[in-house]
């Protein structure tokens, strides 16, 4: 069984910062790219940043500049830094991974119970 467990999601002003956690348990032989999606009530799903297991980035345009992913492979962990937040960032955000669970064996991917991120003032 693997899971992926979030945190860090709560209420901030606008301009604020808030940094999500994300971190993946379980039978696990490899863990791939990682990223963070959002979606806000009546809108689909997005990406919002992911990072390859090497490092490599990639951010959607809203949030270039605002937030920074990154990982600590020996702690199977994701983490959004997200500053200078607006009210557009309200959603639930969901951590997703790429994961391999026993050598030879195909790539799976996983997703998180999702975190409430509310930007008002």
């Known amino acids: 069984q693997v899971q992926l467990v979030e945190s860090g999601g709560g209420w901030v002003q606008p301009g604020g910062s808030l940094r999500l956690s994300c971190a993946a348990s379980g039978s696990i032989f490899s863990l791939n790219a990682m990223g963070w999606y959002r979606q806000a009530p009546g809108k689909e799903r997005e990406l919002v940043a992911a990072?390859?297991?090497?490092?490599?980035?990639n951010y959607a345009d809203s949030v270039k500049g605002r937030f920074t992913i990154s990982r600590d492979n020996a702690k199977k962990s994701v983490y959004l830094q997200m500053n200078s937040l607006k009210p557009d960032d309200t959603a639930v955000y969901y951590c997703n991974a790429g994961i391999v669970r026993n050598w030879g064996t195909g790539e799976d991917y996983y997703w998180g119970q999702g975190t409430q991120v509310t930007v008002s003032s």
């Open positions: 990072v390859t297991r090497g490092g490599r980035t």
